[in-house]
């Protein structure tokens, strides 16, 4: 990879962008973006590091490698200006909705391709970053672009079929966990703890209990039983989760999205 050039800009395309230079992955003159509000390219190519270009033709021209990070109702406009100008280009694509075998179809030949689907934690290097096992970059290719999207989180290679449920897990998911903590939230300020201390408290507990699990690989089940002392308040806690839904909530949110 000579030159990476990123086509949009918005919030996914910073955190990356900024997790890739600021971990050193990659040089930041190396690392090209263009995005049509160009008052608003310049003031993040001064805050990240990388360069900002006037057109995506100029971007095509300059890089070998691009990040198809435009909002996907562009994408289509954006295949087709930049037309053979793809040919022999990476393609690396994190925008929802378009797969591999969409991008197959409206590719010009000669473009390899990874379709890559990021979650909102890669903004603070703590984001799940599902690759379709389905590309056509070459193996050098490949392992380089995976050590460069390790920088900002966890590289998890899904077969295609495997691509909705994964995404829905860790692309929605996030919301989902603000919710518990919101929720949960409410209740320590209706026992008197102030917004932003409830908050700050539930979100690090949050972060604990997932390195705990990651950490040791331990079945959720069983760290829950570990702190559930028998009689206590937190198995009480537990028997008013799973009465009030908790355990169906969470099924029914995913069958909500993936039977859409």
């Not at 392992?143 to 077969?159: D, I, M, S």
Request: hydrophobic content about 45%; some cysteine.
């Amino acid at each position: 990879m000579e030159k990476l050039g990123f086509i949009g800009m918005g919030n996914m395309a910073q955190a990356l962008a900024a997790g890739f230079i600021n971990a050193g992955a990659i040089a930041k003159e190396k690392v090209y973006a263009f995005a049509p509000n160009q008052e608003k390219l310049a003031k993040n190519a001064a805050a990240i590091g990388f360069t900002a270009v006037k057109t995506v033709q100029e971007l095509a021209d300059t890089c070998d490698t691009l990040v198809m990070a435009c909002k996907p109702y562009q994408i289509e406009s954006v295949l087709t200006e930049l037309g053979d100008k793809l040919k022999g280009k990476a393609l690396i694509s994190i925008a929802a909705g378009w797969d591999f075998t969409r991008y197959e179809k409206a590719l010009p030949a000669g473009v390899r391709l990874q379709f890559i689907m990021p979650n909102t934690p890669a903004m603070v290097g703590e984001g799940v970053l599902l690759f379709e096992e389905k590309n056509t970059l070459t193996p050098e290719e490949h392992a380089e672009v995976k050590k460069l999207f390790a920088a900002v989180g966890l590289v998890q290679e899904l077969p295609s079929n495997l691509m909705g449920i994964g995404g829905t897990v860790t692309g929605c998911g996030p919301a989902f966990v603000d919710l518990f903590i919101e929720a949960y939230g409410d209740a320590a300020v209706k026992y008197g703890l102030k917004h932003e201390d409830a908050y700050k408290l539930i979100s690090q507990m949050v972060l604990g209990s997932a390195k705990l699990q990651l950490a040791t690989g331990t079945h959720p089940g069983v760290l829950k039983d570990n702190v559930c002392s028998p009689a206590g308040t937190t198995i009480r806690g537990v028997t008013a989760l799973e009465e009030y839904g908790l355990r169906n909530a969470c099924i029914k949110s995913v069958d909500a999205i993936m039977n859409k």
